[in-house]
């Protein structure tokens, strides 16, 4: 059992260079519940484009050595507008001062070791240092009678309490992917999360 797990920031080339791994990490991590994402690596290359585009973009990156076994990332909610603006319409938010912790993704074996505290740590200090006045996520919504849901499945809402997240009221937005057993993309809600940073 790895008992060292080095995370840390990569932005700029460093950022570029990690996102077929991370697109790969999406792909395995995304399988399980609640996303049953079947995913491939065409849709990955566009998906991650944003980050590509962003140059305030991050990646946190978790290495057990030089492998990349878990990855978190965020930009400027900006940058993901067109997917999530229509969300936010008819709110006082100004996307310009949010910053967007989108997935992270960690392989089984290395979870249970505080990395999640460290990919929104580091995440939000880059927000900070950036000057971002808040932060904020989106969790996908599965029906409670979804025949997929495992029984043990413990949703991670109390972790993000813990760290000053709450849902916004009616800010939800849709999103397309493949689920296992699909031919085809249906879209999913995606309920957002805010805190102040």
């Known amino acids: 059992m790895v008992e060292v797990i080095e995370v840390r920031p990569l932005t700029g080339s460093a950022l570029k260079d990690a996102l077929v791994e991370v697109a790969q990490l999406r792909i395995e991590v995304f399988r399980d519940w609640p996303y049953l994402y079947d995913g491939d690596l065409e849709y990955e290359r566009i998906y991650l484009q944003s980050y590509r585009d962003s140059k305030e973009a991050i990646i946190v990156g978790a290495f ?63 927000a900070r240092h950036l000057g971002f006045s808040k932060s904020a996520f989106c969790s996908v919504q599965r029906p409670e009678e979804h025949p997929m849901r495992p029984k043990n499945y413990r949703p991670l809402d109390s972790f993000w309490r813990a760290r000053g997240y709450q849902p916004i ?19 999913k809600p995606l309920q957002f999360w805010l805190r102040e940073l």
């Open 64 to 126: 057990d050595g030089e492998n990349l076994v878990g990855a978190s990332t965020g930009s400027p909610l900006v940058d993901h507008s067109e997917d999530f603006s229509a969300a936010f319409e008819g709110t006082a938010f100004d996307l310009s001062e949010i910053f967007y912790c989108a997935e992270s993704v960690l392989l089984k074996d290395y979870r249970g070791k505080r990395v999640g505290h460290k990919f929104f740590d580091l995440r939000e200090a880059h």
């Open 169 to 187: 009221q009616g800010v939800v937005a849709q999103f397309s992917w493949k689920d296992i057993g699909n031919r085809n993309e249906t879209a």
